[in-house]
């Protein structure tokens, strides 16, 4: 490439280009992770543990209890498994085909790759000498990063990968889970039902703090809509319940 020779103006003086954080380090993407792990284990609190209510609602009984409750977390492991498998997929095919592209333009243009960087500076304010300036670092950095700063900011070391998403997921909605269920089935019949409440209730206070601290909102707030949410279903579901266990229809 015959781009110019850096100006006489110090590149340190210029600003560090926009996603240069979470291309060296990928924090970015461990915070999508992170959330996403917390999220997934609130689902599979409030999922089970809305169905075991509503069954035991509906009977004492401990098999349908079990059965239902195995039914949900399975079931609900999976399909977020799926959901996150596809969602991922998506967002990995688009940064790859990203990343062919700008492979392509490089090897048939270069120079002109490297002009377009520098136009992508001077739009952001900097002057034309700044701007060239740090153009030539990046590209004597990385041209295909640098290029890929143009197209949309794509880290080629730090693409998603959709089997790890998918698993983590699976395995923050069984987490999830196991609360639920070991709160409906060992204590004794006659208090399982506020027992599985109120763990439940102070499990999903827990991760909503944790999603709103994750995500810099309000943990309070957050933690309040959550219980409430939580408090709801779990309040519909056994009121279901109850209603047809007395209308025998469970048995």
């Known amino acids: 490439m015959n781009a110019?020779?850096?100006?006489?103006?110090?590149?340190?003086?210029?600003?560090?280009?926009?996603?240069?954080?979470?291309r060296t380090t990928g924090y970015q993407q461990r915070l999508n992770?992170?959330?996403?792990?917390?999220?997934g284990a609130n689902d599979g609190i409030?999922?089970?543990a809305a169905v075991v209510v509503g069954v035991a609602g509906a009977t004492a009984a401990v098999g349908p209890i079990l059965t239902a409750g195995l039914a949900a977390t399975v079931g609900g492991a999976v399909s977020m498994a799926l959901g996150e498998y596809v969602s991922v997929s998506s967002q990995s095919d688009a940064e790859h085909s990203a990343i062919a592209t700008a492979k392509k333009e490089l090897a048939d243009d270069e120079d002109g790759a490297f002009e377009e960087l520098v136009k992508r500076w001077e739009g952001h304010g900097l002057s034309s000498d700044t701007a060239r300036s740090v153009a030539t670092e990046m590209h004597r950095r990385d041209p295909l990063a640098a290029r890929l700063e143009i197209d949309g900011e794509v880290d080629p070391d730090d693409v998603p990968s959709p089997w790890h998403a998918?698993?983590?997921?699976?395995?923050?909605?069984?987490?999830?889970?196991?609360?639920?269920?070991?709160?409906?089935?060992?204590?004794p019949a006659g208090v399982r039902i506020p027992i599985t409440y109120a763990a439940t209730l102070v499990a999903l206070a827990l991760t909503g703090w944790i999603?709103?601290?994750?995500?810099?909102?309000?943990?309070?707030?957050?933690?309040?809509?959550?219980?409430?949410?939580?408090?709801?279903?779990?309040?519909?579901?056994?009121?279901?319940g109850m209603l047809l266990g007395n209308a025998g229809v469970a048995t």
Not at 4 to 22: C, K, N, R, Y
Not at 168 to 187: D, H, K, T
Not at 214 to 239: C, D, E, K, Q
Request: aromatic letters at 4%; charged letters at 10%; glycine letters at 8%.
């Open 33 to 39: 992770q992170l959330r996403a792990a917390v999220l």
């Open 211 to 240: 999603a709103a601290k994750v995500g810099g909102a309000n943990p309070v707030r957050a933690a309040v809509r959550v219980v409430v949410g939580g408090a709801l279903a779990l309040t519909v579901t056994f009121v279901i």
């Open 166 to 187: 998918a698993i983590a997921s699976f395995l923050a909605f069984l987490a999830g889970a196991i609360l639920p269920m070991a709160a409906i089935l060992l204590p």
């Open 4 to 22: 110019p020779s850096p100006s006489s103006t110090p590149v340190a003086d210029a600003p560090e280009p926009d996603g240069a954080a979470e």
């Open 46 to 48: 409030v999922s089970t």
